[in-house]
């Protein structure tokens, strides 16, 4: 009875605390993160991820669940993220083979003297993995920034930022792929980044726009009033005339909801989350939602990405679209952290209306969540070096391709493509080698025959064209498919480049 008394005091006391909190600073920690894509997990093995600076890892259990972990091992504090997931539902750590199950517990350490002794470590709770709530929603797995008992409770009080029309039964929706990709620039750049439409015309040039026809005067109202909790939302005056309604809804921590209504009814959504991941970088998360109007017309989507294509596809072709605000992005960043102590409003000069979306956002930052995220200890915020090189921000292999597993498969398959590809152009050309060596041998065997001379030239067969045609063929093709696997591990671009 005292325990039940108690969970419940404890859970009375979490209701009263997040009543309270729109009145006080952002608590970042009390929030719903999402981290992944669920069907991009590889399940067979654990993932490290980070989260507000922490290093944490993933891994799903036997009966499916996915759990969350602080990525070290009680006993050496080695990473559980180099571990296994054994046959039996439990997290190995491969360095002296202990074993926890999906609440953290310790369930097996091998080198105890016996059983008795085993259990009696284990039921030590310094033997248990730092735990923190997950849960997966439409398609992702998020993650509750706390560990312990209390961070139980707290994050049944609040539901992840979700797209509510996916869970809407009356609308007929298209849900477009998700994509992820870890950024080379802060979640606050990421977050001003989306609220500057401005931008898109001028930046993704050729996709989304013309940056000399479509640059244009337009103004913006703010249509939900600054708060702590819910954000603020700002709607845009349409520049197109197929657009009766446009509006930017910024929910924290993570989540800026883009929504344009055309005048036929139709509703494109831009559900786009950035995940504080560790300082200068942030974790991507987005896709398209299409909301057919009452007589069953799909709206038209985002530029190329609106069209079907295999999720795979889509992700490469990501590159085109992320890679053009990138390095914008990046050094814009590194330009500020090196004004030290200079308040953002103060280091910009924004005369027009498009801003207004964007000095709300700072203000929302200043004001109502203390300025900066409170990364983890150890995690010290070195944000003014940038990066020289500017090439190795392209790299797309080790913020995406290693982390999706429905890319690595068709990596594997295009590599096994173009591999055939070559083989049938070698194929084709000792074939072809073969048709004229055996002419010649035949017009040679009638000359003979004949008693004439040998023929010193002579035009090739058919069957020889036709071979090498095919070795040629097959050789572009797989060319082509090597080039093309490219884009799976970087992609290049400069804006002086894009006509």
Not at 189 to 209: K, L, T, Y
Request: negative net charge; glycine residues 6%.
């Amino acid at each position: 009875m005292n325990t039940k008394t108690n969970l419940q005091g404890d859970m009375d006391k979490a209701i009263e605390q997040f009543n309270q909190q729109d009145e006080e600073i952002f608590q970042w920690t009390k929030q719903w993160y999402p981290v992944a894509v669920v069907n991009f997990l590889d399940p067979s093995r654990p993932h490290a991820i980070q989260l507000l600076g922490r290093d944490l890892v993933l891994w799903r259990d036997s009966f499916g669940k996915w759990s969350c972990f602080e990525d070290f091992c009680p006993h050496r504090l080695a990473p559980l993220s180099e571990g296994r997931v054994e046959s039996d539902g439990t997290l190995l750590c491969a360095y002296h083979a202990w074993r926890f199950d999906s609440q953290g517990n310790c369930v097996s350490i091998p080198q105890s003297k016996d059983q008795q002794t085993s259990s009696v470590n284990c039921s030590n709770p310094r033997s248990c993995a730092v735990s923190y709530p997950t849960q997966e929603r439409q398609g992702l797995l998020w993650v509750w920034a706390e560990s312990g008992q209390q961070a139980q409770f707290e994050s049944q009080l609040r539901t992840p930022r979700i797209v509510p029309e996916l869970e809407d039964e009356s609308l007929q929706v298209v849900h477009m792929f998700w994509n992820i990709r870890d950024l080379a620039y802060g979640w606050d750049f990421f977050m001003e980044n989306v609220a500057d439409p401005a931008h898109v015309p001028v930046s993704h040039h050729g996709i989304v726009g013309d940056r000399y026809k479509d640059a244009n005067y337009y103004d913006m109202h703010c249509i939900k009033d600054i708060s702590t909790q819910e954000g603020f939302a700002f709607e845009i005056t349409p520049t197109a005339p197929t657009i009766q309604q446009a509006f930017h809804d910024f929910q924290p921590p993570c989540h800026m909801r883009i929504v344009s209504t055309s005048v036929d009814g139709g509703k494109l959504i831009l559900a786009l989350y950035a995940t504080p991941t560790r300082p200068g970088w942030c974790r991507h998360i987005g896709c398209q939602v299409l909301v057919k109007n009452d007589s069953g017309k799909t709206p038209k989507g985002l530029g190329i990405f609106g069209l079907p294509m295999p999720t795979w596809l889509g992700h490469v072709l990501s590159s085109l679209f992320l890679h053009q605000d990138l390095v914008f992005l990046h050094y814009q960043q590194k330009i500020l952290a090196k004004r030290q102590n200079s308040r953002w409003l103060d280091t910009v000069y924004t005369p027009n209306p498009q801003d207004k979306m964007v000095i709300t956002f700072r203000q929302w930052l200043e004001k109502k969540a203390g300025g900066s995220i409170p990364w983890a200890n150890g995690h010290e915020s070195n944000l003014s070096c940038a990066e020289l090189d500017k090439q190795k921000l392209f790299d797309v292999w080790t913020t995406h391709t290693q982390h999706c597993s429905v890319c690595q498969d068709a990596l594997k398959n295009i590599q096994r493509l173009y591999v055939l590809a070559y083989g049938l152009a070698v194929i084709c050309l000792c074939v072809g080698v073969i048709v004229d060596a055996r002419a010649i041998a035949v017009k040679a065997a009638l000359a003979s025959v004949n008693q004439m001379p040998i023929p010193l030239l002579a035009f090739p067969p058919i069957g020889f064209w036709w071979a090498l045609a095919g070795a040629t063929l097959f050789a572009v093709i797989g060319y082509l498919l090597n080039k093309f696997s490219r884009l799976f591990y970087v992609y290049e671009f400069e804006h002086a480049h894009n006509d």
